[in-house]
């Protein structure tokens, strides 16, 4: 690969690393600092994060269709440079509906990210499972060290530095990118230079449409459902480990403490640190997944991951301290495993000239029923706790297994154009 695509391929990636940061800064800083300092509960503050969520979804469609129109790099400068600004203006709040209003361009800004950059990696690169693994795991480095970062900030600077410090790198993420894809941002084409061309020139055969629409109804059928055990995860974590990680945070705390290391570990870095740990490794299953998706298809793949969830869901509730920590790495696989499983097959079978559009429709249904798991996580947490949201996070994963198995057991390959 030569080096420019080298270095546009990294960009990318940092932008999902990015994107699914900071969304995510809120939730530690939520459970760690603000129902402390602004003294509202932790179910309470999740309302003004949930409108943020919508939009992540909501705005999706109108992002993939202005990339397909204009221009997916200019798109992707906006998105850089946008969503720098407002986590800057939100780290400035003074209220909680000023802090809510920030989350909610946040994630306008925020959906742009998967239907645009998606669409660029499927229709530049071949390789396209282990492409989409890799950038997924970007995402879920994202997704970890938004836990890390925060936790740090406000041990050693204020929760108001998580959201600006990451703001001004985007922004300059986002300059750097300007300038390397001016040409193309210039121009205002869109190239779909390696997958788009099997699938534009396709004609739909009855038994390819037939499949098709299967396929399609169990993508956006476990896309949605997925997103909601997604959510719940990645979102509570910081506060499931702050509850049932407390002994282990201590502990580790102290003994850093007492070694001399730069800054203070207090038990917020710790329990940050430890989301960082379970979000990095379970991140790295979407690298084998990739690599098999490309091998073996999605069918086989998918039933596998889904089951592993079904079992950790089971398990986790009671669970404290070290047990705890081993079990969330076992859900947490399964949980990052399947993410690039439904991008894998839209790249597979969407044309390259709407592909951002097919895409900005999968994350308009994930992301609008993802935004639905924040009420439901306050309900069930102020109600029954923790435990109960596992055992209804089994239960989905199991209706996730079911509904993968009716995937045929190979994706069909379009049918050739005739002459």
Do not use: C
Not at 35 to 56: C, H, M, Q, V
Not at 283 to 311: H, K
Not at 366 to 380: E, K, M, Q, S, Y
């Amino acid at each position: 690969m030569p080096q420019r695509d080298r270095l546009h391929f990294l960009l990318l990636n940092i932008g999902h690393f990015l994107d699914h940061m900071f969304t995510l800064i809120f939730a530690t800083v939520a459970a760690l600092a603000l129902s402390r300092e602004w003294g509202l509960s932790y179910g309470d503050l999740l309302k003004y994060a949930t409108p943020g969520f919508f939009a992540f979804g909501v705005f999706a469609y109108p992002a993939g269709w202005i990339a397909d129109k204009w221009s997916r790099e200019g798109m992707m400068v906006v998105f850089f440079v946008g969503i720098g600004l407002m986590s800057i203006l939100t780290g400035l709040s003074q209220t909680p509906l000023q802090l809510g209003i920030g989350l909610f361009v946040i994630g306008m800004f925020a959906a742009i990210y998967h239907p645009v950059g998606l669409a660029i990696v499927v229709a530049k690169w071949k390789n396209t499972g282990m492409r989409i693994a890799v950038n997924g795991v970007w995402g879920n480095l994202g997704v970890a060290s938004a836990a890390l970062i925060a936790g740090y900030f406000i041990d050693n600077g204020g929760w108001r530095a998580a959201f600006i410090a990451p703001g001004l790198f985007s922004i300059l993420i986002g300059l750097a990118y300007a300038w390397l894809r001016r040409a193309e941002i210039a121009s205002g084409r869109n190239i779909d230079s390696v997958a788009a061309k099997s699938a534009t020139a396709s004609v739909l055969a009855a038994d390819y449409r037939s499949v098709l629409l299967r396929v399609s109804v169990i993508v956006f059928v476990t896309t949605a459902i997925s997103s909601i055990v997604f959510q719940s995860t990645t979102f509570a974590l910081p506060k499931i480990f702050d509850e049932r990680l407390q002994n282990i945070g201590a502990t580790l705390a102290a003994g850093l403490n007492t070694v001399g290391l730069p800054g203070r570990a207090d038990v917020a870095t710790i329990i940050g640190s430890l989301a960082f740990v379970v979000f990095a490794v379970a991140s790295m299953a979407q690298l084998v997944v990739g690599s098999l998706l490309d091998r073996f298809g999605p069918r086989s793949i998918f039933m596998t991951v889904a089951a592993i969830q079904v079992v950790f869901f089971a398990a986790m509730p009671s669970v404290q301290n070290w047990g705890a920590l081993a079990v969330a790495l076992g859900f947490m696989l399964g949980a990052f495993g399947q993410i690039p499983i439904n991008d894998y097959m839209i790249g597979r079978m969407a044309q390259g000239s709407a592909r951002a559009r097919v895409y900005a429709i999968r994350y308009v249904v994930g992301f609008t029923v993802l935004a639905t798991a924040l009420p439901l996580i306050a309900f069930v947490y102020d109600r029954w706790g923790f435990d109960m949201l596992f055992r209804v996070l089994a239960v989905t994963a199991a209706v996730i297994l079911g509904t993968v198995s009716l995937l045929p057991r190979q994706l069909p390959a379009p049918v050739p154009a005739t002459a």
